[in-house]
C-alpha cells in the first residue's frame, strides 16, 4: 500500500487501522477550507483540517482579498458611501458574471445572504474601512475597502444590471489583503477548536464498498495515515494550474501565454482528481481568471487595443479579466495598446508591458510595428471621429473613457502574450450543489464527498465575464455552506 | 435493481446472474462500434455488439463519408490523381488539425497507418473511385473520392505542412456516404460472426471489487441484462449532443446557436457518462465539430465575413469550420457575408443565408445593415485595395480567393448565429491511449475499458482546427485498435 494516486481510491478494506475517526476532514487551508472548517465546527462537528503546506494560506494568501459583496439594499460600506444595492440588480449582475452556465440556484443563495455573509466575516474578526475608492483601481493596497472590482460599469453588463461597486478589500496597508484575510479566517477557525495538520499530504480517498466516502489517506511524516470522515470529507484543496498534464489536457489555450500560474504553490488539482476519481464530474475546466493589467495607469483605459490586423476587438473599459480573455481570441500573439502624449504614462513594471513604437503620425507607428498599411491608421481614424462625439458604436466603450487620440508623440505599448503579464488560475472544478455536495454527470451525489473553492466549480465559472472578488466570496461563503451541509449529514450517508 | 443511472456503476456482487459471458462487449454499432467489433473478431474474441437503436449506424450514418487519409507516399487515389503525399506532411497537418493538445502518438499512429487503413476499408467492401474534385465542395453525391476537406491550402497550415487533398469519399451516388460506409462495416461485422443485439440499451457498467470493470448491465424487452464481458467493455456509444444537462455544462457556448446538433439520435453521452461513473477523466468536453456552410456555391469563398463592427475577424478560405468557430467568437451573434454582383449565387436552401442587404454602393448596404457609419466601408475598401495586388496582409487569405468586391450591386448575408446553419457535434470524450484503454486523469488504466469513436477524445479534439474525415478516420482507425487491444487482454486484467 505505499502507491497511492489521487484518481484511484481505495476501499476500507484496505484500511489496515483508523488513525484518526473524526466527523469531518477537511483538506486544505487556504479560504474555502478555513471557512469549511468553521463552518463544520459551528455545527457541533469534530473537524480535522490535512494542509500540504507548513501554514495556512494556500492561493487565498496571494490575493489582493476582495470578496464580492453586495444586494438587501447594501452592505455597510456600501451604504456608508451612497450606494444602495438592491438583491435583484446584484444576483442579475452575478448571473451574467457566470456566463453562459450560470447557475441560477447558488446565485440566488448568495445574493440573498451577501450582507449576512458581510456579517460573519466581520465576526471572524475581518475588519473593512467605511470608504470608497472610485475609478480605476486594482488592490491599491490603501486599506480602502470598496472598489469597481468587474464589468459593472461596462457594456453590456451595464444595460442588464444597475451598476454598483462590489468589492470589499479588508483594511490592509501595504500588502495583499488576501493574506490577512485567511489569516485571519484560519485564527478563528483554530481558536473555535478545529485540529490542524500541517505538512500533511492528502494522497486518495478512501471508499466503502457502496462507493461511499468514508475518509482519506494523508502522509504525514513520509507514513500514509488513514482517516475516518465520518460525516464527510471536504475538498478545499485549490484548483489545477500548476499540473501541466491536466493543463495541457484542460486549458491548453495557456501553451502560448508566458508561464504566469497564479498559486500559493500548491495547486496540482490533487482535490479534483480525487474527486474525478470517485465518479465526480468536472465541469468548465477550460475555464481560467486570466487578466491583463492594462491599468493603473487608470489613464491607459482611454488608448485602444488592437489585434495584429491593426483592428479594435473589445471595450477597453472593460475588467481586465474580460479584456484579456478577448485578446487571447486574436489571430497571432501580438496585441498593442495604442495611446497618445495626453494619456501616456509609464507603464507598472509589473505588467511587463513595453514601448513597441513610438511616431509623430499613426501613420509611422503603423509602418513600426508592421500592420497593414491603412489598417490601424483607419481604426484610429474612426474611433477619434465616434470618441470626438462621446461614441463607441463599435464595442460601446464608456463615454467617459473616451477621447480621440489626436495629441502627438503616439505609441503602441506591446501587450503581447507571452511578453505582458497574464497571470490566470482555473476556475473548472468538481461539480456541486450549492451545499458543496459533489455530484456525477449524472446529477447525482457522491455521499460523503464534498468541494469548495477551487477544487468546485462554483460562482466563478467563466473568464470572460469574471469579476474580482468572485473567486473569494465563493470560496468563503460555499466554504461555510459544505462544512456546515457535510457536518448536518448523518455517518450512514443519510 | 430496477434504478440504473449511467454514471453509477454495480458491483459484480450485485448481479443476479449473467445472462452472457462474452470476450468482448461493444456498445453501440455506428462506424466505431462496427470497427471495434471487427477489429476483436479479427483477433479471436467472441464479441457482441449492443445497440439501442433498432438498427447499425449511429451518428457516421448522418456524415457525409469521407475519411482523412494519406501520407505512405500517397494513398492509391491521392496516387492516381497525382498528389505523393509524404508521411511527414499528413503527420505535421494532423497535428495542426489537433489543435494546442494534439496527441503526438495517436497521431503518429495514425499518419503512419493510414494507407494500411485505405487497405482494410477496402478489405470490407468499401469502394473509392480513383477520381478528384478539385475546388471547394462538401459531400457532393457524385461518387468521386478525393477532396480539399480541411484547411490544407489555407493560412497557416500551408506554411506549415505541404498541401494535399486527403477527404477520401466512398464511391456512393446521390446519398450520404456516411449511411453506405457504415452499411458495409456493419455487414462486415456481422459477416465475421460477431452477435448483433439491436434495441439494447447500455445502462451502467458492472465492477469488480477491485474497480475493475467486468461487464454492463443492458436493457432489452424492457429487462436488465448482465452481461459479463472477460476482456473488456468497448463503449463506442457516441458524443453527447442530444444531452441538455450534459451541453449546458460542458459547451455553453452552443446556448447562442439555433438547435442544429448532428446526431443520428442517441447521442446522450451515455458512454461517457459510464466512463466518468467509473473514474475515466473526460477532456475536451467543450470542443465541437461546428461548421458555416458559406459555400456551394464556392464563389461565395471571394466574398468576406464582417462581424456587428463591419471588421474581418478570419481568412474565408479556411474550412468551414475553422470560420465558424471564429463567427462565435465575434461580439453579438450577427456575422454578414459580402458579396458583389460577379461573384453572388443564390446560397443553397440549407444553409439557411438570407439577404440582408442590397445596394449600388458599400454606403447603402452599412446603413441598410445597421453597422457602425464608415466601418464597413472602410474594411471593404482596405480588402479592395489589397486584393486587387492579390494580397490579404489582414488575415491571409490565399490569392486565388482573393478579389475587390467592387461590381455592384452588392449585397451583404445574413450568417447570423441562431438564424444560418450552424450544425454541430461534440469532440469531447473519455481520455485513452491509442489502444482504446480509457485512463483516469492521472493516466493510469481503467481495467477492462475501452472507448473510440466520440465517446472517446480522439484524434479530432479542436474545433477550430478540425478537418472533414478526422472524426470517421479516427471512429474506424481507433475503432480497430481497441477491438485488437481488448481481444488481446487476459481476463484477469494483465
Redesign the interface.
Known amino acids: 500500500m505505499t502507491n497511492f494516486?489521487?484518481?484511484?481510491?481505495i476501499?476500507t478494506?484496505d484500511v489496515p487501522a483508523w488513525d484518526w475517526e473524526i466527523d469531518v476532514a477537511v483538506i486544505g487551508f487556504g479560504s474555502a477550507g478555513a471557512c469549511a472548517a468553521i463552518g463544520a465546527r459551528a455545527a457541533g462537528a469534530d473537524v480535522h483540517i490535512f494542509e500540504v503546506a507548513s501554514g495556512s494560506g494556500g492561493t487565498s494568501a496571494m490575493a489582493g482579498g476582495d470578496i464580492y459583496l453586495g444586494g438587501n439594499g447594501g452592505t455597510p460600506v456600501q451604504r456608508a458611501n451612497g450606494f444602495e444595492d438592491q438583491t435583484d440588480d446584484f444576483y442579475q449582475y452575478m448571473l451574467l458574471a457566470g456566463?453562459?452556465?450560470a447557475d441560477p440556484d447558488r446565485t440566488r443563495i448568495y445574493a440573498d445572504a451577501a450582507l449576512d455573509h458581510y456579517d460573519w466575516l466581520v465576526e471572524q474578526g475581518v475588519t473593512y474601512r467605511m470608504t470608497h475608492l472610485p475609478g480605476k483601481v486594482q488592490a491599491p493596497g490603501t486599506g480602502d475597502c470598496l472598489i469597481w472590482s468587474g464589468n459593472e460599469d461596462a457594456w453590456p453588463y451595464r444595460e442588464e444590471a444597475k451598476p454598483c461597486p462590489r468589492g470589499h478589500l479588508p483594511e490592509v496597508v501595504g500588502e495583499m489583503g488576501g493574506r490577512y484575510l485567511v489569516d485571519t479566517l484560519a485564527a478563528s477557525a483554530e481558536e473555535k477548536g478545529c485540529v490542524v495538520h500541517y505538512d500533511a499530504r492528502a494522497l486518495t480517498l478512501i471508499t466503502n464498498?457502496d462507493?461511499t466516502v468514508a475518509g482519506i489517506v494523508v502522509r504525514i511524516d513520509g507514513a500514509p495515515r488513514f482517516v475516518r470522515a465520518q460525516k464527510g470529507v471536504i475538498l478545499c484543496a485549490g484548483g489545477f494550474v500548476l499540473n501541466e498534464?491536466?493543463m495541457?489536457?484542460?486549458a491548453?489555450?495557456t501553451?502560448?501565454l508566458a508561464a504566469d500560474a497564479l498559486s500559493g504553490g500548491h495547486d496540482d488539482?490533487s482535490g479534483?482528481?480525487m474527486g474525478?476519481?470517485?465518479?465526480?464530474?468536472?465541469?468548465?475546466?477550460?475555464e481560467l481568471f486570466l487578466t491583463l493589467p492594462i491599468y493603473p495607469p487608470a489613464s491607459h483605459v482611454k488608448g485602444i487595443l488592437v489585434n495584429e490586423?491593426?483592428?479594435?476587438f473589445?471595450n477597453e473599459d472593460a475588467y481586465p479579466g474580460r479584456v484579456a480573455v478577448h485578446c487571447t481570441?486574436q489571430?497571432g500573439k501580438q496585441i498593442f495598446l495604442l495611446v497618445d502624449d495626453e494619456i501616456f504614462e509609464q507603464p507598472t513594471e509589473f505588467s511587463r508591458i513595453e514601448i513597441a513604437a513610438v511616431g509623430e503620425t499613426w501613420d509611422e507607428v503603423e509602418s513600426e510595428i508592421g500592420v497593414?498599411?491603412?489598417?490601424l491608421v483607419?481604426t484610429v481614424r474612426?474611433h477619434n471621429?465616434?470618441a470626438a462625439k462621446g461614441e463607441d458604436?463599435?464595442?460601446h466603450k464608456t463615454e467617459k473613457w473616451l477621447k480621440p487620440l489626436d495629441k502627438p508623440p503616439f505609441a503602441a505599448l506591446a501587450c503581447h502574450m507571452g511578453e505582458a503579464f497574464y497571470p490566470y488560475f482555473t476556475l473548472g472544478g468538481l461539480?456541486t450543489r450549492p451545499s458543496g455536495e459533489v455530484l456525477?454527470?449524472?446529477?447525482?451525489v457522491v455521499q460523503g464527498l464534498y468541494a469548495a473553492g477551487r477544487t468546485a466549480c462554483g460562482l466563478p465559472r467563466s473568464g470572460e465575464n469574471y469579476s474580482s472578488g468572485m473567486s473569494l466570496g465563493d470560496c468563503t461563503f460555499f466554504g461555510r455552506m459544505a462544512g456546515g451541509a457535510a457536518a448536518a449529514r448523518s455517518a450512514d450517508g443519510a
Open positions: 494516486s489521487p484518481s484511484r481510491p476501499s478494506d456566463g453562459d452556465d464498498a462507493r498534464d491536466m495541457r489536457q484542460y491548453p489555450q501553451t502560448k488539482g479534483i482528481r474525478i476519481g470517485v465518479g465526480a464530474a468536472a465541469i468548465h475546466m477550460e490586423a491593426g483592428q479594435r473589445t481570441r489571430p497593414p498599411e491603412g489598417s483607419n474612426i471621429q465616434f458604436p463599435l464595442f461539480r456525477t454527470v449524472d446529477g447525482e
